[in-house]
């Protein structure tokens, strides 16, 4: 009856309920109502959800990586297949354990990359690459920051005052990766070195990636800093 219904319909979908409701008037059977389910009500809402899934990942890519980084790459045009093979695998084995263990994808403590090579050799295409692919299959949420932009903005953070440039460090470190290109362009000051150390120094105790493209390499990049 009316009065009923609510109790009853505690914990169903609509659709679910209205089954169960032809099933107790004898206008289907469990069988068929099984069916429908399966043909009609969970298909459809999975090609709704591939959809969703597909726009929500375009609309996260659009607003976060250049155009000239969105397009597939031509393989036959890297200078190095092989790091960019290494560069697409990073992370993969920890998310494999994490889906064989059934737990959520919440991966501790990854390990960070730093890709290295002069201008052209693919760097920073690389790395979009498998960001677009890792937010398109298990919705990883990323930052991307150039050297140059990231000094400019602390400048500006601070400038604001102490409570804005706070906020913008919580920012960089709470995001699950985050992505430095050029990381050997940076000019310091002492702004931003206590910025940039805190950045590495929180993201490292919290367990989260940084990734990093650098033209310069061990010594050459340790004498700079």
Not at 85 to 92: D, I
Not at 142 to 157: E, G, M, N, P, Y
Not at 160 to 172: R, T, V
């Amino acid at each position: 009856s009316s009065d009923l219904e609510p109790h009853y319909r505690k914990g169903y979908s609509d659709e679910a309920f209205e089954l169960c409701k032809q099933i107790y008037a004898g206008t289907m059977s469990p069988e068929q109502a099984a069916a429908y389910w399966r043909n009609v009500v969970v298909s459809t809402k999975d090609e709704w959800y591939a959809s969703f899934r597909r726009q929500e990942h375009k609309d996260y890519i659009e607003e976060r990586v250049p155009v000239l980084y969105r397009e597939p790459i031509d393989l036959a045009r890297l200078p190095n297949l092989d790091a960019y093979r290494q560069v697409m695998n990073w992370m993969a084995p920890e998310i494999e354990t994490a889906f064989n263990q059934e737990i959520p994808v919440s991966i501790k403590n990854p390990k960070g990359l730093i890709c290295i090579g002069k201008s052209g050799m693919g760097k920073t295409r690389s790395v979009y690459a498998r960001l677009i692919d890792l937010n398109f299959k298990y919705r990883f949420k990323f930052t991307v920051l150039s050297a140059a932009k990231l000094v400019d903005t602390i400048r500006i953070q601070t400038l604001s005052g102490p409570d804005e440039a706070n906020d913008y460090l919580k920012a960089l470190v709470a995001i699950p990766i985050l992505f430095i290109d050029d990381i050997n362009q940076i000019q310091l000051t002492p702004t931003v070195s206590k910025y940039l150390y805190q950045i590495f120094e929180q993201r490292t105790v919290r367990g989260s990636a940084i990734l990093l493209t650098s033209q310069l390499a061990g010594d050459d990049l340790i004498a700079k800093y």
